[in-house]
Nanobody, 115 residues
Framework: QVQLVESGGGLVQPGGSLRLSCAAS????????MAWYRQAPGKQRDLVAA???????NYADSVKGRFIISRDNAKNTVSLQMNSLKPEDTAVYYC?????????WGQGTQVTVSS
């Protein structure tokens, strides 16, 4: 089993920034992909950003140019720097890792963008 612990959510004004972090622990062999998803009330959970073990990155169109995903393979952590936040970024953000074809999820952290 792999456990994921997220941190860094909160309330921020439009145009502000937040940094989310996720630490993986437990039976870690080789984490392939690390990613962040988000789910707004009444909507499906969508991919925000993902980074492969080799460093290949992809972003949802809605966050390109504003969010930056990074990972530290030695520490088994993944972060999401969120800049120029908009009210539509409000959601619960989930950390996700893929290891040996199995997905693991964090408990989620609330991000609220509001004035």
């Amino acid at each position: 089993q792999v456990q994921l612990v997220e941190s860094g959510g909160g309330l921020v004004q439009p145009g502000g920034s937040l940094r989310l972090s996720c630490a993986a622990s437990g039976r870690i062999f080789r984490i392939d992909r690390m990613a962040w998803y988000r789910q707004a009330p009444g909507k499906q959970r969508d991919l925000v950003a993902a980074i492969s073990s080799g460093g290949a990155i992809n972003y949802a169109d809605s966050v390109k140019g504003r969010f930056i995903i990074s990972r530290d393979n030695a520490k088994n952590t993944v972060s999401l720097q969120m800049n120029s936040l908009k009210p539509e970024d409000t959601a619960v953000y989930y950390c996700n890792v893929l290891q040996v074809l199995r997905d693991y999820w964090g408990q989620g952290t609330q991000v609220t963008v509001s004035s």
